[in-house]
């Protein structure tokens, strides 16, 4: 079992910066897939980024150049660095545990509570 606690939602105007991280339970963190998805209200969760045990990351296309996911694996945590926002990136962010690389929402086993992000025009 895998619990998942992300931290560093707020508001911010367009063109600023935040840094969401994820705070992961258990001793084999190292060994899973990590991702960050996004809900908005009335749409479906989006795949936004993922790193994988090896290292290997993945963007979506609209966030590329502007986020970058990094993970620290003797604190048991994930990052997402999102730069230049856009009110479009307003959204409920998530943070997933997979036991296999991929960038599909129900491919992941364990989730975080989500925090909300705000950006202002």
């Known amino acids: 079992q895998v619990q998942l606690v992300e931290s560093g939602g707020g508001l911010v105007q367009a063109g600023g910066s935040l840094r969401l991280s994820c705070a992961a339970s258990?001793?084999?963190?190292?060994?899973?897939?990590m991702g960050w998805f996004r809900q908005a209200p009335g749409k479906e969760r989006d795949f936004v980024a993922v790193?994988?045990?090896?290292?290997?990351?993945r963007y979506s296309d609209s966030v590329k150049g502007r986020f970058t996911i990094s993970r620290d694996n003797a604190k048991n945590t994930v990052y997402l660095q999102m730069n230049s926002l856009k009110p479009e990136d307003t959204a409920v962010y998530y943070c997933?545990?997979?036991?296999?690389?991929?960038?599909?929402?129900?491919?992941?086993?364990?989730w975080g509570q989500g925090t909300q992000v705000t950006v202002s025009s």
């Open positions: 997933a545990a997979a036991k296999t690389y991929t960038v599909v929402a129900t491919g992941y086993d364990y």
């Open positions: 258990g001793r084999t963190f190292n060994t899973y897939t």
């Open positions: 790193s994988g045990s090896g290292m290997l990351i």
